[in-house]
């Protein structure tokens, strides 16, 4: 059973920075037989979840939302099986709860990273709130 458990997140103000922290159990990021991708999400209230950055654990190729790029940075620990989404220069409108997300796929196999419903397990989410 794959388990993803988050940590980091709370208050900040403007242009401020946090580190969200992603660890997962009951599996290895980098389980060789397969393509694993590593996503973050946001979800606002009264909007829709909302693609934030992904990562290819395998070879390391990211991927940003535009609102973010620049700003926030996706990135992995092997030895830890933990991947990490450091915020900087947050905003106001970076307010959210933000989940981590993962998805084994057959190597060749296809995947919209920007899609919530490509992924198999989520963490419990946490808060970033940003004040002004």
């Known amino acids: 059973q794959v388990q993803l458990v988050q940590s980091g997140g709370g208050l900040v103000q403007a242009g401020d920075s946090l580190r969200l922290s992603c660890a997962a159990s009951?599996?290895?990021?980098?389980?060789?037989?397969?393509?694993?991708?590593l996503g973050w999400f946001r979800q606002a209230p009264g909007n829709e979840r909302e693609f934030v950055a992904a990562?290819?654990?395998?070879?390391?190729?990211?991927y940003y939302a535009d609102s973010v790029k620049g700003r926030f940075t996706i990135s992995r620990d092997n030895a830890k099986n933990t991947v990490y989404l450091q915020m900087n220069s947050l905003k106001p409108e970076d307010t959210a709860v933000y989940y981590c997300?993962?998805?084994?796929?057959?190597?060749?196999?296809?995947?919209?990273?920007?899609?919530?419903?490509?992924?198999?397990?989520w963490g419990q989410g946490t808060q970033v709130t940003v004040s002004s």
């Open positions: 997300a993962a998805v084994w796929i057959a190597y060749g196999s296809s995947l919209v990273l920007g899609r919530s419903d490509e992924y198999d397990y």
């Open positions: 990562a290819n654990w395998n070879d390391g190729t990211t």
């Open positions: 009951g599996r290895t990021f980098s389980s060789g037989s397969m393509a694993c991708f």
